[in-house]
């Protein structure tokens, strides 16, 4: 169980164009997300809290106009960067907060982006 | 500040040999303790979680132990596999609210045949 997928796995796209990340619960309700990047050789780094019905929280230093996150479900969480640029290739991962005994966040696969 | 070292930044190993990684932190409140296993290019995937009673975890060949007194645990892996070669990064988790995670650097190990 506490099964968390995300799609696409990998995209490449050009300078300018916008990509959405899906990220969903599978077997079990999430009413908090969370969106995370990790660089090569770098651990996560905590981007934005998606609630599910309401705006989602930013991190300092993360522009909320270029990452677009929708929390409009309780197993889906979408996160779109926009007018993306190489300097935004990364590896994108979500995460569902749980909230059983362990109140554990389980995390997806991730997402490779890789903008040209 | 909340921050989570660990120690070493990477280590390499021979197959079947034993190995301890390193984590201190400076988290407070404290609500637990997680070690994720992350392969390249994967999501981490949790391997042990402590809360603040608990002094040692086991998961199969993994062991975990936490010194709440010091702020200091470790992850010891015992007879190394080829497939543990991973990032192992230490996750210590803020009590209150939405539970925020603070995480590690990461510790990248190597198991060479």
């Known amino acids: 169980g506490a099964v968390v997928s995300q799609h696409p796995s990998w995209v490449i796209c050009k300078s300018g164009t916008s990509v959405k990340i899906e990220c969903r619960s599978l077997?079990?309700?999430?009413?908090?997300m969370f969106w995370y990047r990790q660089f090569p050789k770098q651990s996560l780094m905590l981007m934005a809290t998606?609630?599910?019905?309401?705006?989602?929280?930013?991190e300092q230093g993360v522009e909320k106009d270029k990452f677009l996150i929708n929390h409009a479900s309780l197993t889906l969480s979408t996160l779109t960067v926009t007018s993306a640029h190489p300097e935004d290739s990364s590896f994108y991962i979500c995460?569902?907060?749980?909230?059983?005994?362990?109140?554990?966040?389980?995390f997806g696969p991730g997402t490779r982006l890789t903008v040209l | 500040k909340n921050q989570v070292e660990q120690s070493p930044q990477s280590l390499i190993i021979l197959e079947g040999k034993n190995c301890t990684l390193q984590?201190?932190?400076?988290?407070?409140?404290?609500?637990?303790l997680r070690w994720y296993k992350q392969d390249t290019g994967r999501g981490p995937v949790s391997l042990t979680i402590m809360t603040f009673s608990e002094n040692t975890k086991s998961n199969g060949r993994y062991t975990a132990t936490l010194d709440a007194d010091t702020k200091q645990s470790s992850l010891h892996i015992t007879a190394s596999q080829l497939s543990d070669s991973a990032s192992y990064i230490c996750v210590v988790i803020v009590s209150g609210g939405y539970n925020k995670l603070i995480f590690g650097a990461g510790t990248r190990l190597a198991v060479h045949p």
């Open positions: 984590c201190n932190y400076t988290v407070s409140p404290f609500s637990n």
């Open positions: 998606s609630n599910e019905g309401s705006k989602a929280t930013y």
């Open positions: 995460s569902a907060r749980w909230q059983g005994a362990a109140d554990t966040q389980y």
């Open positions: 077997d079990f309700q999430a009413t908090t």
